[in-house]
């Protein structure tokens, strides 16, 4: 029984993803080329950047994110989620997903990698003009993560989300993009993601995208 129901979990989650990429694509027939895109997973999904870069008066700036992404799923969507709005600035983070056990036994931070190395590599080929701007993962709340009783060993955790971040550092260098790390004023004397700013250890409320966005400002 318990299996039926995290499979039906799981499809829901798929239909609900295919949902989202298809407004999008739809969307991105209608949005004005050339502007800023934010993309990733969920932790970018939620940000209303559209809505405060309208309200301070700075340039376009449109979302693309989808909860629950791992990088293979943005790999096989990246037409949609990054390419087709032709932006003149990227702003990414997409990979906290990944930090989990694979079921082949693979190496989380390899396939990771592998992954991300890929979508740098497409960025260059297909957006050569573009400015790209590698976000760092944000830090967790371990607290908070584990009263959600997640099963099986936890992966997402800050010491791995400290290795994530220097090899995305790493990547950035390699590729001529820039790596940006916005998280000093989201995390507590311990390093953790401030309690305060989190339900479930993960996502963010309002005002911890504020805090965020007002590190971002800078480069917008």
Request: charged content about 25%.
């Amino acid at each position: 029984m318990e299996k039926q129901l995290i499979e039906a979990f799981m499809e829901r989650m798929r239909q609900e993803k295919m949902r989202k990429l298809n407004n999008y694509r739809q969307q991105n027939a209608y949005i004005q080329k050339g502007k800023t895109l934010f993309t990733g997973s969920s932790l970018m999904e939620n940000f209303p950047i559209t809505e405060y870069c309208m309200n301070e008066g700075l340039p376009i700036a449109y979302n693309r994110g989808i909860g629950g992404y791992i990088t293979d799923e943005f790999l096989a969507a990246i037409d949609t989620v990054l390419l087709d709005p032709k932006p003149s600035k990227v702003f990414i983070n997409i990979g906290t997903n990944d930090l989990r056990v694979l079921p082949n036994g693979e190496d989380w931070l390899a396939h990771l990698s592998a992954n991300y190395r890929a979508i740098c590599g497409i960025i260059q080929e297909k957006l050569p003009d573009a400015r790209v701007y590698m976000m760092a993962y944000y830090p967790v709340n371990s607290a908070a993560l584990a009263a959600q009783k997640y099963p099986g060993p936890m992966v997402r955790t800050n010491e791995n989300i400290d290795k994530a971040n220097r090899m995305v550092a790493g990547l950035a260098a390699e590729y001529g993009f820039q790596y940006i790390d916005v998280n000093d004023g989201l995390k507590d004397e311990n390093g953790e993601l401030k309690a305060e700013y989190t339900q479930d250890g993960i996502h963010f409320d309002a005002a911890a995208y504020r805090t965020v966005f007002d590190r971002l400002r800078q480069y917008l």
